[in-house]
């Protein structure tokens, strides 16, 4: 795979222990959903490294000073329903005034093509740093999507973040869109012929919300 610059690809062990976790068949749904949640926390924490920051004064028992604070006003979190929804709260424990859009788009089983089915942004879209939030990368055809959408409502600066990538999906989805920067927990081996992704972790919004 050639060199990405836009691409970080996590290393951080804690995110990579629990990933291991959300793999194991016998790992049940609250646990995942907790193991998913804290893992978009620690990859938040890498992803809104560059968020932009305003001094406030605050006064301290000692003196008065101007103190950065971030401007949390302009940070949009994006989850491609569903199973997107369960790295939300992950990344609302960081910046809790972030304002939360929703991009609804699923898989045919048989072509794997994304179908979108709702959207909704917050306004104004077009000055937010927006966080596109998926646990699955697999084909790149739902993320592709969703960015295509978020352009087209007037989103500018768009990052994604994904636990686990297949290297056909974040290799579409850095050249179709290579102004996104991407973070993903952990690349994995290919796909299958079903287009799930090997090793993985299964179907990860049926594992989130216990449907099958
Ligand atoms: C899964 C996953 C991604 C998509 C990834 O969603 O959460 O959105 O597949 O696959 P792709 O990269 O090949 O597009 P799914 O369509 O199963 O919907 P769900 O979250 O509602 O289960
Ligand atoms: N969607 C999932 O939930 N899992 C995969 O492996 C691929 C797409």
Do not use: W
Request: proline share 7%; aromatic share 4%.
């Amino acid at each position: 795979m050639e060199n990405m610059d836009n691409v970080t690809i996590l290393t951080h062990p804690l995110i990579k222990h629990k990933i291991t976790m959300l793999r194991d068949i016998h790992t049940g749904t609250n646990e995942f959903r907790k193991l998913v949640e804290e893992i978009a926390t620690l990859m938040g924490y890498e992803a809104l490294r560059d968020l932009p920051l305003e001094d406030i004064e605050v006064t301290t028992p000692i003196e008065t000073c101007k103190s950065p604070v971030i401007s949390g006003r302009k940070l949009a979190i994006v989850p491609i329903l569903r199973a997107g929804l369960g790295m939300v709260d992950g990344l609302l424990n960081l910046t809790p005034t972030a304002k939360v859009g929703h991009i609804g788009l699923y898989r045919d089983p048989v072509t794997h093509e994304p179908h979108e089915y709702y959207c909704k942004l917050p306004s104004p879209i077009e000055e937010r740093t927006i966080i596109v939030v998926d646990p699955m990368l697999a084909t790149g055809g739902s993320a592709v999507d969703a960015i295509r959408m978020i352009k087209e409502h007037g989103g500018r600066k768009i990052k994604f973040m994904c636990i686990i990538a297949a290297p056909e999906g974040l290799e579409r989805l850095h050249t179709e869109c290579p102004d996104v920067q991407i973070y993903v927990g952990n690349l994995d081996r290919c796909m299958n012929e079903n287009k799930y992704i090997m090793p993985g972790l299964g179907d990860a919004g049926d594992r989130i919300f216990g449907t099958k």
